[in-house]
């Protein structure tokens, strides 16, 4: 089992920029592939974007892409989100999933961090 804290949220402008990361601990981090969701309120969670066990290929949802980075360092231990050029509609809980075969049905969830985009 692997546990995940995710940290790096806040308040911020439109256009502004943030970056969340995500701790983990517990069996080897570089085991699985890692991933980010959101959920907005009143909304289903979604996928915003996935990453394989090394880093080498990234993942992204068409609202994202070309605003968003993802990235890890195994060494520390640590997912990463990059997120330029808010929209107030980027404004949700940001959760680090642990993935171990399909992106899109993680097996551990972080407990979220809040970001909030005003315009």
């Known amino acids: 089992q692997v546990q995940l804290v995710e940290s790096g949220g806040g308040l911020v402008q439109a256009g502004g920029s943030l970056r969340l990361s995500c701790a983990a601990s517990g069996r080897p981090f570089s085991r699985y592939k890692m991933a980010w969701f959101r959920q907005a309120p009143g909304k289903e969670r979604e996928f915003v974007s996935a990453?394989?066990?090394?880093?080498?290929?990234?993942y992204y949802a068409d609202s994202v892409k070309g605003r968003f980075t993802i990235s890890r360092d195994n060494a520390k231990n640590t997912l990463y989100l990059q997120m330029n050029n808010l929209k107030p509609e980027d404004t949700a809980v940001y959760y680090c999933?642990?993935?171990?075969?399909?992106?899109?049905?993680?097996?551990?969830w972080g407990q979220g961090t809040q970001v909030t985009v005003s315009s």
């Open positions: 999933a642990a993935v171990v075969r399909d992106y899109k049905i993680p097996d551990y």
């Open positions: 990453c394989s066990r090394s880093g080498d290929s990234t």
